[in-house]
C-alpha cells in the first residue's frame, strides 16, 4: 500500500517493518519473548527428570518435541530482535534527502523503525495532530516529555498546524545528522517541532528554546544507542571488537603493583565508571596519539574537577574494546594511589622512595602497563614534614622506555614542578580545559539517573540546566563539570531529605543560597520589604549622607532585580568626603546586606601601594607570596572590596583597577582567572575634602550639581584620571558631620555598647540624657567626624564600665548607670 503525503513523498506501508508490527499486533510478541525462556527452561529439566526415571520413548518425543518448538520460538525472537528489528534499508536516509531536494518524488515508509511502524496508521497522513498524539505515546517521545517536566495532559487542545511532508524532510534531515539508518519517533517529534509555530509556543512557554528542546533530543538518543547496545551482546561483531575473551590473558603479572594500584580497565568492565565523555572524545583521541608514539609519557594539566581522570576513564575503555592504535592494545591502565604510596613517610625516611620503585620495576617487567598517576604533584614537590621528591627515581624509567606514564595536576602544581625539576621534558603536555555548556549538560545527563536511583528522585532537564547556570555564576572558583555535578547531588541530598519527588529548579537555587549567603531566587515576601526599604536599614548604621545611602540603596536595588550585566562589578562607587563621615560604615552595612556579614570584606590601604612592585603584593609573584586581593576573592568570590585612600595607590595600581572595573575579571601571577563580577568594589577618598567642607559651612550640602563642579577640581589637579573615573557606576560625595548628627552616632555607638555588655557580662548600661549631651560635644570635631567620638567613647564611657565590672563594686542586677558626673574633663 502506498500513501502519498505531498508532491515529493510517499509512505509505503508493505515493508518488512510495517508487517512486523501487525503480526506483533496480533501475535503479542512481547508475551511471547516473555514465556519462550521460561517455558524452555521448564521443558529442558523436565526432559533431564525424565531420562533420570525413565520415562516411555512416547513421552520423550513429546518432550522433545515440546522443547525445540520453544527453542524455535526463542530462536525466531532473537532473529527478530537483531535482524528483522534492526534491518538496513536499501535506500540510505541521505540519498533520501537528496531525491526530495532535487524534487523526485520519494518513498519514504521503508525508513521508518520499527517501533514507528508500529503506532503508524494511512490516516495519519491526513491529520497530523492524531499522529503527533500517537508519537507521544511512545517510549522515546514519552521520555522526552518526562524530562522536560510536561505532562502528556498539556497537550490537549494543541494544534501542530503543520503538513506531513515537512515533518518527514525535517526529521529524515535530523536522522541524517546523527548518521543513523532508520528514522525514530524522536526523530518525527523533532520534525514536529522544527515545523510547528505552535509547538514552538508551547514549549517556550515552559521556558524551553530551541536548543534545550535539541538537548532534549539528543538525550533521548543517547539512552536509545545504549539500550540498542545492550540488546547486541550476542552479536559476533562485538566479540570482535573487544578483543576476544581471553584478551586479558596476555596481561603480565603485576603482585607488587597491585598492592599500590587498581586496575581501571577492570573498573570500566565492572560498569563502574562515573560518567561517560562521550562529547570530549577529541581529547580521549589525543591521548592516544601521544601515547600511541614511542617512548612517550603524558601529563595532563587541568584544574581540579575538569574531568581529567574520566578521560583516562575514557581512555582504558577504548583499549578494552581494541578501539585503539594496534600498539596500544591488551595494555593494562593502572592507577597508582599515592595515599597508599605515602602513607607512613614521615614514620620511616627513604620507604616511599624504596615502594616507588619497586612499583615501577614491576611495570616494567610486565611490560604492558600504562601506569596513570592523579595529583603526581604529590610525588614530585618536596612540600612539608614526611614529603617525597620522586622526580629523581623517576626519570630513568621515563628514559628507559620500558613503561608508559600519564599523569595528572592542576596548573598551578605544574608551574612549580617545572620550577623545580627537569622533569616535564620527558613529559608531553595535554591541557585538559573545563567542559563548555553542552559538554557538562550531557554528562549531567550520565549522571542523572545514578542520582534518581540513589535518591529515588525525578530530575528533570531544567534542574540540570539550573545547575550548571548556577554553578558557573554563583561557583567561580571550582572548574566545570565538577562543580555542577557537585550541585546536582547536594539539590538531591536536600530534595529527598525534604520529601519531594521531583528535583525542581527552585531546590538548585535554595541550595546554592544556603551555599553562598548569596539570594539566589526572585525576592518574594520579607525579602521584598527590605529591598523597598533598604535606606531605612542602612540609616540604621549610618547617619545623614541621603545622596549616598540613596545611591547604593538604588544599586542594589538593580543587582537583586536582574538588572546588571553580569559581565562587570554587581556595583561600583567612589566615595568623596572628608576623614570619619560614614564611608567605611556605610561599606560595612552594605555588605552586611548584601553578602549576609561584614567580615565578606577584602578592605586593602592602598597607601601601602604606591611603588612600582606593589602590584605583586595584589596578584602575587612567583613564590606565591602576596596575592592580598586576588587571593581572597579567589577563596570568597561573594565579597566587597574596599579601598581606602586610592589618591595614593601607584599608577600601575589603578590601572588594574581599571580592568577590574571595566572588564570584571584579573589575570594572577599562575595565569588564572580572577573573577570579580560577584563583587562590590568601593574606593574612598579624601580627596577634595576641603571644598566640601567650605560647602557645608556655606549652608548648602552636596548634590549633583556639586559633585560635578569637584569632580572637575580633581581631574584638572591631575588626583584621578578621566578614565579611572568614568569606570564607576556613581561618584558620591559625603558631607562633614553637623553636631546633631553626631549626638546621633553618639546614640548608635551606646546602643552597641549596651548590646555588647549584656551578651557578654549579663550587665544593664543606662546612660543619662545629659551624659549623651556631653559626649556628643565632647567629640564633634568637624576635621575628625566620627572618629573623634568613637575616641571620646573608649576613653569616658568604655574606661567607666571596665572599673566598674572589674571592680565589681554593685550587685550584677543592678544596673550600671553613666551620668555627666562621671565624665573626666
Known sequence: ????????????????????????????????????????????????????????????????????????????????????????????????????????????????????????????????????????????????????????????????????????????????????????????????????????????DRNLKEDDVYNLVFWEKTIWDEEQKKRHFLDPDHWISTGGIGKSWSAGYTQNLDIYAKDMTEIIAKGLARYSVISRMELVDTMQTILTKNHSHLIMVGEAGVG??????????????????????????????????????????????????SILDDACRAGNIILFIDDIDALLLEEGQGSVNAAQVLIPYLESGALQLIGATTPEKWHKICANSKINNYFNKLVIPEGDENVTLRILQDLSFQFEYKYKITVTYQSLKEAYRDAKKYIPYKAFPAKAIDLLEESCIKAQNMGLKVLSPEIIQKTISQNTNIPVQEASGNEKDVLLNLENFLHQRVVGQDDAVKAV?????????????????????????????GKTELSKALAESYFGSEQNMVRLDMSEYQNDDAIYKLLGNDNDAGGYLTKPIREKPFSLVLLDEIEKASPDILNLFLQILDDGRITDNLERTIDFT??????????????IRERAAEGNSSNKEFAKILLDKLLRDGIFRPEFVNRFDSMITFDPLSEFQIREIAELMIKEIQKKLLTERDRKLEVTSQAVTKLASLGFNPQFGAR????????????????????????????????VGDIEE
Not at 521448564?42 to 513421552?59: A, E, K
Request: aromatic content about 12%; some cysteine.
Open 1 to 204: 500500500m502506498s500513501s502519498q503525503i505531498g508532491t515529493k513523498v510517499t509512505v509505503n506501508t508493505s515493508n518488512i517493518n510495517f508487517f512486523l508490527a501487525k503480526l506483533d499486533r496480533i501475535l503479542n510478541l512481547k508475551i511471547l519473548n516473555a514465556l519462550a525462556f521460561p517455558l524452555t527452561l521448564v521443558t529442558l529439566i523436565t526432559f533431564l527428570t525424565s531420562f533420570f526415571l525413565h520415562f516411555s520413548p512416547t513421552i520423550y518425543f513429546a518432550l522433545f518435541n515440546l522443547m525445540a518448538l520453544n527453542l524455535f520460538f526463542v530462536n525466531a525472537k532473537l532473529y527478530h530482535i537483531f535482524k528483522i528489528k534492526n534491518y538496513v534499508p536499501v535506500v540510505s536516509i541521505n540519498n533520501t534527502l537528496s531525491n526530495i531536494q532535487s524534487g523526485n518524488q520519494t518513498e519514504i515508509g521503508s525508513l521508518l523503525d520499527y517501533d514507528t511502524c508500529r503506532i503508524f496508521k494511512p490516516a495519519y497522513l491526513s491529520d497530523p495532530d492524531s499522529f503527533f498524539i500517537a508519537l507521544s505515546k511512545t517510549s522515546q517521545v514519552r521520555f522526552i516529555f518526562y524530562k522536560a517536566g510536561i505532562s502528556l495532559q498539556e497537550l490537549v487542545g494543541v494544534s501542530t498546524a503543520t503538513t506531513i511532508d515537512q515533518v518527514f524532510l525535517s526529521s529524515a534531515k535530523m536522522a541524517g545528522g546523527f548518521e543513523q539508518k532508520l528514522i525514530g519517533s524522536s526523530d518525527l517529534f523533532w520534525g514536529f517541532y522544527e515545523t510547528s509555530n505552535n509547538l514552538r509556543r508551547f514549549f517556550a
Open 308 to 357: 581529567k581522570k574520566s578521560l583516562v576513564r575514557e581512555f582504558a575503555k577504548q583499549v578494552l574494546y581494541g578501539k585503539v592504535m594496534p600498539s596500544l592494545r591488551y595494555r593494562r591502565i593502572l592507577e597508582l594511589e599515592t595515599g597508599a604510596l605515602l602513607a607512613g613517610a614521615s614514620q620511616k625516611e627513604g620507604e616511599v622512595e624504596l615502594r616507588f620503585k
Open 553 to 581: 540603596a538604588n544599586a542594589m536595588r538593580r543587582a537583586r532585580a536582574g538588572l546588571e550585566s553580569g559581565k562587570r562589578p554587581v556595583a561600583s562607587f567612589l566615595f568623596l568626603g572628608p576623614t570619619g563621615v
Open 678 to 691: 560577584h563583587t562590590i568594589i568601593i574606593a574612598t577618598s579624601n580627596a577634595g575634602s576641603e571644598i
Open 788 to 819: 573623634e567620638m568613637r575616641r571620646v567613647m573608649q576613653e569616658q564611657l568604655e574606661n567607666f564600665i571596665a572599673k566598674k565590672v572589674l571592680g565589681d563594686e554593685e550587685d550584677k542586677d543592678t544596673p550600671i548607670v553613666f551620668d
